[in-house]
Structure formats: C-alpha cells, structure tokens
C-alpha cells in the first residue's frame, strides 16, 4: 500500500509543478492548499505553494533543472505526508487529479494575440515574435557581432 500512495504522491507533485507555471494555477493552488491543510493553515499553505512557484519559475529560466527538481520533490514529500495521515486523502487525491486530467491532455494553451502599431508611419514590413514556454521567458542570446 506504500508504494501505492507514494506513486499517487508522485503523480501528484508532477501534475501540480507542471502546472505551476500556467494559466491554470490559480484554480489548482486554492485546490491544493485545501487538500494539504485538511481545514486548517489554508493561507500558510497557499503562501509556500506560491513562494514554490516563484523559486519553480526562477530556476527555469537559470536552467536549473536540480533547483526545479527540487520543487517537485518537496510537494512530493508534503503530498505523501497528506495521503499516509489521513485515509480519506487519496480519494481526494484521485479526484483533484482526474478534474485536472483534461488540462494537461490538451497540452499548452492556445494563445491569441491582438497586437496593434500606433505612433508611427510604416513603409515596410513589422515582425512580432512571441514566446511560449511555460510563462518563462527564454534566455538572451547573443548573435555574432553583438558586445
């Protein structure tokens, strides 16, 4: 049975990293922070998962993969800790995880941009670029012949 809710753990810290860094926080954070703080330290929990997330964005975009890893490991632990003090969490667990199952099939969001150019007059073609990487921003690079 350990093994069991520690692959349910792990499940579970994987799911709620991944989903750090999207759109869909908000809506699974306050989900997260009910289900470790079983009614109790809500606002506590909500802090450190949003203090994580910070620590989750910042170390991508240093590429820190050992940083980022240890984000998930943590939740790991907190989820764990949940699921072996209280037999009604894995129920919980299971349901939070199937609601959100849809929301990482569909993989990255679809974004729509409406961009507009104002101030000027323009007599030749205007590229825009946009990025996507789970809202953290690439790495500069420099080309040659740039100081």
Do not use: C, K
Not at 41 to 66: F, K, M, P, T
């Amino acid at each position: 049975m350990e093994a069991e809710l520690t692959a349910l753990a792990a499940s579970g810290a994987t799911t709620f990293v991944g989903l750090m860094a999207t759109e869909a926080w908000t809506q699974v954070r306050g989900r997260l922070s009910r289900f470790l703080g079983r009614g109790e330290n809500v606002e506590a929990i909500d802090a450190e998962l949003e203090e994580s997330r910070e620590e989750l964005i910042a170390a991508r975009r240093s590429g820190d993969e050992d940083g980022a890893a240890d984000v998930a490991a943590e939740w790991r632990i907190r989820i764990r800790r949940a699921l072996r003090d209280n037999p009604e969490a894995e129920q919980e667990l299971r349901a939070i995880l199937d609601d959100l199952a849809p929301q990482q099939a569909a993989g990255p969001a679809v974004a729509i941009n409406h961009n507009t150019i104002s101030g000027g007059h323009y007599n030749a073609p205007v590229i825009m670029a946009q990025w996507v990487n789970d809202g953290v921003p690439p790495t500069p690079r420099r080309g040659p012949g740039t100081a």
